[in-house]
C-alpha cells in the first residue's frame, strides 16, 4: 500500500533513540523527509545518518531542540518548512519519566514531567498549527503512555500528565478537523528495543540500566495478553499509519494503544 508520505515532511521530536528513532527510521522507508527534533545530537545525528542511506527518496536533518522552550521549537518548525516548503506531519514523541512511587516524588519531579510530558506537546503543536491551517491539512500524532489509561504503579504523575495529552488531542482533533488536520494518539506498553545502541545517551532508559534483563522482560510479557513486549517498530508502524492521509484520512481524535492488549478501551 502507497501510504502517501513520498516527499512529504515530518517532525519528529525525541526522533533519535528507541522509540521515536524507529518512527525516524519508518518515516525514512516511505521516502519522507525527517526533522529530527531532540536535546541529543550525537544519538540524532546517528538516526538521521541511518535514514539518509535508506536512499528511499526523502531527506533527514537534525535541529537541536528542547521541546520545553517555546524558542527551540518556534525555530524547528521554522527550520523544517524552510528546508523542505512545508511540514505535513508533527509527531510529539518526547517523553520522560522516572519510575517512584508518589510519596517519593518531589515538587520539582512533577514541574518537570510536567513541562516535558505536556508543555513540550502544547508547545510543539501550537508552533505547527497556524502552518497547518493555512495549508488546509496536516496530520498531528501524540506518543502518549498506557499508563494514562491504567493507574500504573510508580507513574502516577506521568500517567496523569499523559492522560492530559489524549485529552489535549481530541480538543485539537475537534477544533482544527475542519481545516483537514488530523490529531490523534498513540499509547505503548512496555516498548524496548533490541540493542543498546538505539538508545542515546539521554534516553529515559540510561537512567533504568538493568531495570529490563531477560527475566524482567519474561515478567512483564507474562501480563500481556500477546505474552510480548513491544518494540520500537510496532510503534511507529502505528504512527505512520495514522500520518498517512491514505491509510488514516478518516481517522481523528482516536487514542490508540499499541501495547499487546495490555490495556483494552471500549
Ligand atoms: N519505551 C516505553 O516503554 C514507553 C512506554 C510508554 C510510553 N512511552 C513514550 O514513548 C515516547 C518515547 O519513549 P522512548 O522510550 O523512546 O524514550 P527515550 O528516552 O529512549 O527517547 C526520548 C528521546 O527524547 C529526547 N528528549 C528528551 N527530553 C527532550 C526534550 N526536552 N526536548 C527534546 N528532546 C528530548 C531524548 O534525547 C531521546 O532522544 C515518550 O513519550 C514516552 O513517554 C514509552
Given at each position: 500500500?502507497?501510504?502517501?508520505?513520498?516527499k512529504k515532511t515530518a517532525i519528529v521530536t525525541?526522533?533519535?533513540?528507541?522509540?521515536?528513532?524507529?518512527?525516524?527510521?519508518?518515516?525514512?522507508?516511505?521516502?519522507?523527509?525527517?526533522?529530527?527534533?531532540?536535546?541529543?545530537?550525537?544519538?540524532?545525528?546517528?538516526?538521521?545518518?541511518?535514514?539518509?542511506?535508506?536512499?528511499?527518496?526523502?531527506?533527514?536533518?537534525?535541529?537541536?531542540?528542547?521541546?520545553?522552550?517555546?524558542?527551540?521549537?518556534?525555530?524547528?518548525?521554522?527550520?523544517?518548512?524552510?528546508?523542505?516548503?512545508?511540514?505535513?506531519?508533527?509527531?510529539?514523541?518526547?517523553?520522560?519519566?522516572?519510575?517512584?512511587?508518589?510519596?517519593?516524588?518531589?515538587?520539582?519531579?512533577?514541574?518537570?514531567?510536567?513541562?516535558?510530558?505536556?508543555?513540550?506537546?502544547?508547545?510543539?503543536?501550537?508552533?505547527?498549527?497556524?502552518?497547518?491551517?493555512?495549508?488546509?491539512?496536516?496530520?498531528?500524532?501524540?506518543?502518549?503512555?498506557?499508563?494514562?489509561?491504567?493507574?500504573?504503579?510508580?507513574?502516577?504523575?506521568?500517567?496523569?500528565?499523559?492522560?492530559?495529552?489524549?485529552?489535549?488531542?481530541?480538543?485539537?482533533?475537534?477544533?482544527?478537523?475542519?481545516?483537514?488536520?488530523?490529531?490523534?494518539?498513540?499509547?505503548?506498553?512496555?516498548?524496548?528495543?533490541?540493542?543498546?545502541?538505539?538508545?542515546?545517551?539521554?534516553?529515559?532508559?540510561?537512567?533504568?540500566?538493568?531495570?529490563?534483563?531477560?527475566?524482567?522482560?519474561?515478567?512483564?510479557?507474562?501480563?500481556?495478553?500477546?505474552?510480548?513486549?513491544?518494540?520500537?517498530?510496532?510503534?511507529?508502524?502505528?504512527?505512520?499509519?495514522?500520518?498517512?492521509?491514505?491509510?488514516?484520512?478518516?481517522?481523528?481524535?482516536?487514542?490508540?494503544?499499541?501495547?499487546?492488549?495490555?490495556?483494552?478501551?471500549?
Amino acid at each position: 500500500m502507497d501510504l502517501g508520505l513520498l516527499k512529504k515532511t515530518a517532525i519528529v521530536t525525541g526522533g533519535a533513540s528507541n522509540i521515536g528513532r524507529a518512527i525516524s527510521l519508518v518515516f525514512a522507508r516511505e521516502g519522507t523527509n525527517i526533522v529530527i527534533g531532540d536535546i541529543d545530537i550525537p544519538q540524532a545525528e546517528k538516526t538521521a545518518q541511518e535514514a539518509n542511506g535508506l536512499k528511499a527518496g526523502g531527506k533527514a536533518i537534525v535541529v537541536k531542540c528542547d521541546v520545553t522552550n517555546r524558542d527551540d521549537v518556534t525555530a524547528m518548525v521554522k527550520k523544517g518548512i524552510d528546508e523542505f516548503g512545508r511540514v505535513d506531519v508533527l509527531v510529539n514523541n518526547v517523553g520522560w519519566d522516572n519510575m517512584m512511587l508518589f510519596t517519593e516524588t518531589t515538587p520539582e519531579f512533577w514541574d518537570k514531567v510536567i513541562s516535558i510530558n505536556y508543555k513540550g506537546v502544547l508547545n510543539c503543536t501550537r508552533a505547527v498549527l497556524d502552518h497547518m491551517i493555512e495549508n488546509k491539512g496536516g496530520a498531528i500524532v501524540s506518543i502518549s503512555s498506557d499508563a494514562s489509561r491504567m493507574g500504573e504503579f510508580k507513574e502516577a504523575v506521568y500517567g496523569g500528565v499523559k492522560a492530559a495529552v489524549n485529552s489535549f488531542m481530541k480538543t485539537i482533533a475537534r477544533e482544527v478537523g475542519r481545516f483537514g488536520i488530523r490529531a490523534n494518539t498513540v499509547c505503548p506498553g512496555v516498548t524496548i528495543p533490541k540493542e543498546d545502541a538505539q538508545i542515546g545517551d539521554k534516553s529515559m532508559w540510561k537512567q533504568a540500566a538493568g531495570l529490563f534483563t531477560p527475566d524482567q522482560v519474561e515478567k512483564i510479557a507474562k501480563v500481556y495478553p500477546l505474552r510480548k513486549v513491544g518494540r520500537p517498530e510496532d510503534i511507529a508502524h502505528a504512527v505512520v499509519f495514522l500520518a498517512s492521509n491514505v491509510a488514516a484520512g478518516h481517522i481523528t481524535g482516536q487514542v490508540l494503544s499499541v501495547s499487546g492488549g495490555y490495556s483494552m478501551v471500549g
